[in-house]
């Protein structure tokens, strides 16, 4: 494959960044990676590991073909202000985070008219596992990237990230900003916070450990994401607060109905709803194989 950026800079060189930084190395699709963060420790573990190549300031990083910012979304207006002094002409600057809106909202406050350089991005990969350690190369390969790309955006800013994305092996589409967030508040934030809401209520119970002792693969599986970043997801949480909500309160409607039913003993709707679960569930399985 031939070089697609001949330098790129990471924000962040833990699972999202590294994995990406790794991927395009190994496909040769960049020439350089650098590193660029506030843990020194973090990114000499990143160099020894083969994420990056070098770790830089932010002028240099500033000085790169692309950066991806790989961070909580909290922090992208604070990074975005200190790159911009130091942005070459026609550098692109795109991230992975997991709202959009409001990441839209920060990039033009801290790039101004370089707002135009600004493809956001959103790699639907990962784990509950954090870190350079966590990094692979394949981490991205068949999944999907999602890009919410402003009417103002350099359409060739765009077709570079596009490909730098296929380069690692994910398939890329494109969505509204606002569509986004209302989409992944729905898949990905509320069982998140569903995940996080039952561990934590069980372990506040005096005898919680009990519980803990007999859970098995069921409670293990649902609840796998309640060990990913509490930081990260409480940033994601506020950042996508409205659509949250309206999930939330959906998800208890619907938790509502599943109690109406039990507490009458209606074994038919509940019959009802879990049939409809599983089709739809089975449904969306087949489709992910195909």
């Known amino acids: 494959m031939s070089v697609i950026v001949e330098k790129l800079a990471l924000v962040g060189t833990g699972l999202i960044g590294g994995s990406f930084g790794l991927a395009l190395k190994q496909a040769g699709a960049v020439g350089e990676v650098l590193g660029v963060g506030r843990n020194p420790a973090r990114l000499t573990v990143a160099r020894e590991l083969g994420l990056i190549d070098r770790t830089v300031d932010w002028r240099d990083a500033g000085q790169a073909d692309c950066i991806l910012l790989a961070l909580p979304v909290g922090e992208t207006e604070a990074v975005l202000r200190q790159l911009a002094p130091h942005l070459k002409p026609g550098a692109i600057v795109t991230d992975a985070g997991s709202t959009k809106v409001n990441v839209v909202t920060a990039a033009h406050a801290a790039l101004g008219t370089r707002a135009a350089d600004f493809v956001p991005g959103h790699p639907i990969a990962g784990s509950e596992q954090s870190g350079p350690a966590a990094a692979r190369a ?48 729905a898949v990905s934030h509320l069982p998140h916070l569903a995940a996080f809401a039952l561990v934590d209520e069980l372990a506040q119970r005096p005898d919680g450990a009990s519980f803990f002792r007999f859970a098995a693969s069921g409670f293990r599986d649902f609840t796998r994401i309640a060990g990913s970043s509490p930081e990260m997801w409480r940033d994601i949480s506020l950042a996508n607060r409205e659509a949250l909500l309206a999930e939330l309160d ?32 089975e449904d969306w399985m087949k489709k992910q194989d195909a």
Not at 145 to 162: E, F, G, H, I, S
Not at 252 to 279: C, M, N, P, V, Y
């Open 138 to 185: 394949d981490l991205y390969r068949g999944k999907r990237v999602v890009l919410t790309p402003q009417p103002a955006t350099r359409a060739d800013a765009v077709a570079t990230v596009r490909a730098l994305w296929e380069a690692v092996g994910a398939q890329v589409e494109t969505l509204d900003a606002a569509q986004h967030d209302r989409i992944f508040a």
């Open 250 to 281: 959906a998800y208890t409607a619907a938790l509502q109905t599943l109690r109406t039913a039990l507490s009458a003993g209606e074994a038919e709707t509940l019959t009802k709803i879990f049939s409809r679960a599983r089709d739809a569930r």
